[in-house]
């Protein structure tokens, strides 16, 4: 079974950092991507991105471009992701998930194994 524990979230200022973690636990037989996607309030839950551990690929959601980077350190097996400039509209819960990659990653689509979500709050 794959676990995913995420840690990092709290309360920033916009334009402020923040950086999330991911830690992932079980078999590479069961995915071969991590995801971190988000969920507001009356909001579906949404990908902001992804990252193939295959090759290290990586995408993002067209809101987040420049901002987030997603990265991965595969001797701790544990992925990240960097937000910057974090604006009102990032606040959500964040969710941390390993699938497989699809071209609909965006609405979940391959994602079967999920974390509990960390908070993310951006306001002055």
């Known amino acids: 079974q794959v676990q995913l524990v995420e840690s990092g979230g709290g309360l920033v200022q916009p334009g402020g950092s923040l950086r999330l973690s991911c830690a992932v636990s079980?078999?590479?037989?069961?995915?071969?991507?991590i995801g971190w996607f988000r969920q507001a309030p009356g909001k579906e839950r949404e990908g902001v991105s992804c990252?193939?551990?295959?090759?290290?690929?990586?995408d993002y959601a067209d809101s987040v471009k420049g901002r987030f980077t997603i990265s991965r350190d595969s001797a701790k097996n544990t992925v990240y992701l960097q937000m910057n400039s974090l604006k009102p509209e990032d606040t959500a819960v964040y969710y941390c998930?390993?699938?497989?990659?699809?071209?609909?990653?965006?609405?979940?689509?391959?994602?079967?194994?999920w974390g509990q979500g960390t908070q993310v709050t951006v306001s002055s």
């Open positions: 998930a390993a699938g497989h990659y699809s071209s609909s990653w965006r609405r979940t689509r391959g994602f079967g194994f």
């Open positions: 079980g078999s590479t037989l069961d995915y071969s991507a």
């Open positions: 990252i193939v551990i295959t090759d290290a690929s990586s």
